[in-house]
């Protein structure tokens, strides 16, 4: 972000990040990266950091989360907010469907019923809820 803020002739990029940051304009997340390799090195080199054994258990101990590698995203506040609004509604809409009661085999009849696109079509019902 503050190279591109650069390339656009921003004087002072980092001191504009942290100034949206800081009036709130902007909010930054913390999305955690799933790279299996990862993480374990990181493990490694904090705990051949450590010359204290018990400092370097206790650290371990304590991070445990922030010994996953995260990619920090920077986004303007009313869409950040909004994109979490949709994400509560979306999770409330997932939540609020029923859940299966052994009807599995009145669905798979009604499919076996259906002829090509409509069968797979209540099969997606079937499956998903939605």
Do not use: C, M
């Not at 980092?14 to 304009?25: C, K, M, S, W």
């Not at 993480?39 to 204290?52: L, S, Y």
């Amino acid at each position: 972000l503050t190279a591109t803020l650069a390339q656009r002739g921003v004087p002072d990029p980092d001191a504009a990040v942290q100034g949206a940051l800081a009036e709130g304009e902007a909010l930054a997340f913390q999305d955690a990266l799933d790279e299996p390799g990862a993480r374990p090195e990181r493990a490694a080199g904090g705990a051949a950091g450590g010359t204290d054994g018990a400092s370097a258990e206790g650290e371990s101990a304590e991070g445990e989360g922030e010994e996953r590698p995260v990619r920090v995203l920077i986004g303007l506040e009313r869409y950040a907010l909004a994109e979490e609004s949709l994400a509560d509604g979306l999770s409330r809409l997932v939540n609020s469907a029923p859940k299966q009661d052994g009807s599995a085999a009145d669905w798979e009849q009604a499919a076996a019923s259906a002829q090509g696109s409509a069968a797979e079509l209540i099969r997606a019902v079937a499956g998903h809820g939605l």
